[in-house]
């Protein structure tokens, strides 16, 4: 990981801030995920989650959630380089937006992976779910979990100070 000669990581965060906020843009273009495949993007931002910083993570992990969405390929990628148990140990993070973006981008590997529940139905004669069966329906529930609760404790814009003021503003007008 780069370090600046002031030995902090404020590149780096910054940086992956940026990233984080044109990965929206960049995951619908293939132009630009290729781009990305070029320069082992993925493998840098896979990195990135076992940082230090709660920054450089939490902006690997939103940037992760953009790019683990619509594109077999890039899926196909995270799944090989073990992206899926790192998501997993940071879905039950403090920091709100470490556990929304490895929640979301892992569910979005495990949609990706349909035919794996599929094939292990078929193998298991009893007609009962085996225990990988069980365990990936556990994880998918702890998703959704996660990712509710999460949602619901970022702020909406009628709680925020400017709605307030909005709200009070109107009120005093009236």
Same mark, same amino acid.
């Given at each position: 990981?780069?370090?600046?000669?002031? +030995? $902090?990581? %404020?590149?780096?965060?910054?940086?992956?801030?940026?990233?984080?906020?044109? %990965?929206?843009?960049?995951?619908?273009?293939?132009?630009?995920?290729?781009?990305?495949?070029?320069?082992?993007?993925?493998?840098?931002?896979?990195?990135?989650?076992? %940082?230090? %910083?709660?920054?450089?993570?939490? #902006?690997?992990?939103? /940037?992760?959630?953009?790019?683990?969405?619509?594109? @077999?390929?890039?899926?196909?990628?995270?799944?090989?380089?073990?992206?899926?148990?790192?998501? &997993?140990?940071?879905?039950?993070?403090?920091?709100?937006?470490?556990?929304?973006?490895?929640?979301?981008?892992? +569910? =979005?590997?495990?949609?990706? +992976?349909? #035919?794996?529940?599929? =094939?292990?139905? +078929?193998?298991?004669?009893?007609?009962?779910? $085996?225990? @990988?069966? &069980?365990?990936?329906?556990?994880?998918?529930?702890?998703?959704?979990? $996660?990712?509710?609760? /999460?949602?619901?404790?970022?702020?909406?814009?009628?709680?925020?100070? /400017?709605? $307030?003021?909005?709200? &009070?503003?109107?009120?005093?007008?009236?």
């Amino acid at each position: 990981m780069f370090k600046s000669p002031s +030995k $902090t990581l %404020s590149i780096v965060e910054n940086g992956g801030g940026i990233l984080h906020n044109v %990965s929206s843009h960049i995951a619908i273009r293939e132009g630009y995920r290729q781009i990305l495949r070029d320069h082992n993007c993925l493998q840098i931002l896979l990195k990135h989650l076992r %940082s230090p %910083s709660l920054t450089i993570v939490s #902006n690997a992990c939103g /940037t992760l959630w953009n790019l683990s969405a619509r594109c @077999q390929q890039d899926q196909q990628a995270l799944w090989d380089l073990g992206a899926v148990s790192m998501l &997993r140990n940071l879905v039950n993070s403090k920091h709100k937006m470490i556990s929304m973006g490895s929640a979301a981008a892992l +569910k =979005d590997l495990i949609a990706a +992976k349909p #035919n794996m529940r599929v =094939d292990e139905d +078929k193998h298991h004669k009893s007609g009962m779910p $085996t225990l @990988q069966i &069980r365990k990936q329906k556990a994880l998918e529930a702890e998703i959704d979990q $996660t990712l509710a609760e /999460t949602c619901d404790n970022i702020e909406s814009p009628q709680l925020s100070p /400017t709605e $307030t003021r909005r709200q &009070r503003e109107h009120i005093s007008m009236d």
